[in-house]
């Protein structure tokens, strides 16, 4: 089975702290996915990579940056955190091309004072 | 605008009834659409997924109709049990490119 990790289930930061969250997947996959989650709004893309030191914006990319160092790992960085980004993030990951399957790590709340 | 939509916030049935959870898409270039499962505290989980060449698919107690002249695309769980609680979100990928574009979500409550 893939299997998606993602560093923290829970974190609480301060307004203007640097916040590194990590995902990590087992499978090889090609291409990994950061989204937020909001009540009402669904999934919303914040960046993608499909493959190593690539990476492309998604539809809500600011005030995020990420970093794909390594193919199973991805990482979305706020650069200075704000209140506006107290969300559940997701990570995900597919195989090849964009239509396989996503599979997706359990989340990270995030809460920021 | 691209948007994809569901009717109802919340469904509630009885357990052993069938469930049928509603979607509606406004990009009629989609050819690509998906359901997922997230479950409380968990990510979401495919479950089925349809291209635009079919009008219906089915699987382990799934199934999910497209209708593209309304733009509306439903899931139906069979026998629907208590493990299916969760929210389920409908999806749709334009043109194959690396965008999914997700709905809000239906919370499904079942009643033992």
């Known amino acids: 089975d893939v299997k998606v990790t993602q560093s923290s289930r829970y974190l609480v930061k301060r307004t203007g702290e640097k916040v590194f969250l990590e995902c990590v997947q087992d499978m090889d996959h090609e291409n990994m996915f950061w989204y937020r989650q909001d009540p009402g709004l669904g999934l919303r893309l914040i960046y993608f990579s499909y493959d190593v030191k690539m990476k492309e914006k998604g539809d809500i990319p600011e005030g995020y940056s990420v970093s794909r160092e390594k193919k199973e790992r991805f990482s979305l960085i706020l650069e200075s955190a704000s209140t506006n980004q107290t969300s559940m993030y997701l990570c995900a990951s597919t195989l090849g091309v964009p239509t396989d399957t996503q599979y997706f790590g359990p989340g990270t709340r995030l809460t920021v004072l | 605008g691209e948007s994809v939509g569901l009717h109802l916030p919340t469904l509630s049935v009885q357990e052993g009834d069938n469930s049928i959870i509603n979607c509606a898409y406004s990009n009629s270039a989609s050819d690509y659409f998906i359901w997922y499962k997230q479950e409380s505290g968990k990510g979401p989980q495919f479950i089925i997924d349809?291209?635009?060449?079919?009008d219906k698919r089915q699987g382990q107690r799934v199934t999910v109709l497209l209708n593209k002249t309304v733009k509306h695309l439903s899931l139906q769980i069979a026998a629907t049990q208590p493990g299916d609680s969760a929210v389920y979100f409908c999806?749709?990928?334009?043109?194959?490119?690396?965008?999914?574009?997700f709905g809000a979500g239906t919370r499904l409550f079942v009643k033992a």
């Open positions: 349809i291209r635009s060449n079919m």
């Open positions: 999806a749709e990928n334009p043109g194959g490119g690396f965008k999914t574009i």
